[in-house]
């Protein structure tokens, strides 16, 4: 069956389709879908960015494919006798090596031969939790200028943040720069260190902090209750990314370090609730 085109409509159309509560993750994380009657899986979840299948204890399943939207087959892996559990990789930092969002349908096969199925949903969905001036390291301006912007991945899927943009602001980097591809999260962040830990699967929550600060300036008296209206496009790996508009006011005493200038104190404010952009 590797390399056919696989019709979702045969599925939908047998009437066969009923819900299947064991497909939430294990911690109610991860994909849902719907399955065949006395279906082969019992459950899925995400773990990084990994889809994990667990299959009926008594199966007599030798291959599992995971279809992808437009019925191609995305990826499949043998089962070995007893082997209860199988895991399908979603995306590596490479360019193009990763899912696209949409609906998917996992096929358990034998000798050729289509033994039950399932459809899941896959898709990443980003909302932002917090955006504050970043109050760590030392009393810089290069600290005190930055926010730290804390993320959470609402959706079905995993994802990675790539970048920090900001429009509006003194230092705009509104953006992502040539150099910085998706595939290379750490040249544009500050934090996390690590490049897994850039990852978001679902309902799990990251901060991340760009490497170039928004609120740094210089030869200019911004402390004095200056209000800045600004936006902030967190970028994703997969889907779409994230929008937010909002006001920082800057107050407080100027913190200076050669040629570089902020404010010690920076609220701010969300002024919209919520956008994205693809």
Same mark, same amino acid.
């Given at each position: ?15 066969? =389709? ?5 497909? =939430? ?82 096929? =358990? ?83 996390p260190k690590s ?33 800045i209206e600004f ?48």
């Amino acid at each position: 069956m590797t390399g056919e085109q696989y019709s979702r409509r045969r599925f939908l159309k047998s009437g066969l =389709a009923v819900t299947v509560a064991g497909l =939430a993750g294990c911690s109610g994380t991860g994909a849902t879908g719907t399955a065949t009657p006395e279906s082969i899986f019992q459950e899925t979840s995400v773990l990084r960015n990994s889809l994990r299948v667990t299959l009926r204890e008594d199966h007599d399943v030798s291959k599992v494919n995971l279809i992808a939207p437009d019925g191609s087959e995305f990826h499949s892996t043998g089962v070995e006798t007893g082997v209860t559990t199988v895991k399908f990789n979603l995306f590596d930092f490479y360019p193009g090596q990763h899912y696209s969002p949409g609906e998917y349908e996992l096929i =358990a096969v034998r000798d050729g031969k289509e033994l039950s199925s399932t459809s899941l949903n896959l898709q990443p969905d980003l909302r932002l939790t917090s955006i504050e001036q970043y109050s760590g390291g030392t009393d810089s301006p290069q600290n005190r200028a930055n926010l730290l912007v804390t993320v959470e991945n609402v959706g079905t899927a995993p994802t990675w943040v790539y970048y920090l943009g900001y429009s509006g602001t003194p230092n705009a980097t509104h953006t992502p720069q040539e150099g910085h591809p998706k595939d290379s999260p750490l040249k544009a962040l500050e934090m996390p260190k690590s490049k897994e830990e850039t990852i978001l699967a679902p309902s799990e929550t990251q901060s991340f902090l760009g490497r170039w600060p928004p609120f740094q300036f210089s030869g200019e008296e911004h402390c004095r209750e200056m209000t800045i209206e600004f936006g902030l496009t967190v970028y994703s790996g997969i889907g779409d990314n994230l929008t937010r508009q909002h006001r920082a006011t800057l107050s407080g005493e100027k913190i200076q370090e050669l040629y570089r200038e902020t404010c010690s104190e920076i609220s701010i404010e969300t002024t919209e609730k919520r956008g994205t952009d693809g």
